[in-house]
């Protein structure tokens, strides 16, 4: 990944690597350093409290604080929207994501953060909704429908899945029917919808806000 400022004469973007270079100075001690990212640099998209750490080792230490909801998003159309999703649970640190429908999803939207993410498969809702019911997990669905409660004013469970559907068409009918319950995000403007990746991390950030402000931090 490049970031990119101003340089200063022509006024045209200069393109830097970010990250940080070769470890400076003798080595740490700890298995969960990557020796090829001490020796090379670490450019990949992670939180500096994670950089030169090996992949299974920033996976190792998520795990120790994941959050107890779960985000699933449909499947159906190949939705650009999804690899979104999936790199906001990874910011939140999401329990795992679950993908219902088509087994293969667009991940180029993830910026490859589904690589720290714990991902798990659903051929339909009723499948989804048969894996949340063993766990104890509350199945609510994200989307507009004259029986959706608001987001805003709804109590949301510590253990729950929370449910997308696809971009344009939301939810499938299937989906629907197999939540506890389904909730709207309040809007003033002239759409009918916002994005499903905008929803998705808006609804997130709720059970943040709700569940675990204040939490401990990556690499504490």
């Keep these: 990944m490049t970031t990119s400022h101003t340089d200063g004469q022509d006024g045209s973007p200069e393109r830097l690597p970010v990250g940080v270079g070769p470890w400076e100075g003798p080595w740490p001690d700890g298995d969960h350093w990557d020796p090829e990212l001490l020796a090379e640099g670490d450019r990949r998209n992670v939180v500096d409290a994670y950089r030169y750490w090996r992949l299974e080792a920033i996976v190792a230490d998520l795990d120790r604080s994941r959050h107890a909801f779960h985000v699933a998003v449909e499947n159906w159309q190949h939705d650009l929207n999804i690899g979104s999703v999936v790199r906001t649970a990874n910011a939140f640190n999401a329990a795992a994501v679950h993908i219902v429908g088509r087994r293969r999803w667009n991940r180029r939207g993830a910026m490859v953060t589904d690589r720290y993410q714990h991902i798990h498969h659903h051929p339909d809702a009723a499948a989804l909704a048969a894996w949340c019911a063993d766990r104890g997990l ?18 949301l ?10 971009e ?5 009918d299937e989906a629907h029917a197999a939540c506890e319950s389904v909730l709207s995000i309040e809007q003033y403007g002239s759409t009918r919808s916002m994005n499903a990746a905008a929803a998705a991390a808006i609804a997130m950030h709720a059970w943040i806000r709700r569940h675990a402000f204040g939490q401990r931090v990556p690499g504490s």
Excluded: H, K, Y
């Excluded at 469970?157 to 696809?166: D, K, N, R, V």
């Design 157 to 166: 469970p510590e253990s729950a899945m929370l449910l997308f559907g696809q």
């Design 168 to 172: 344009g068409p939301g939810l499938t």
């Design 138 to 155: 509350m199945l609510i669905g994200v989307d507009n429908f004259p029986d959706s409660v608001p987001l805003e004013t709804f109590d």
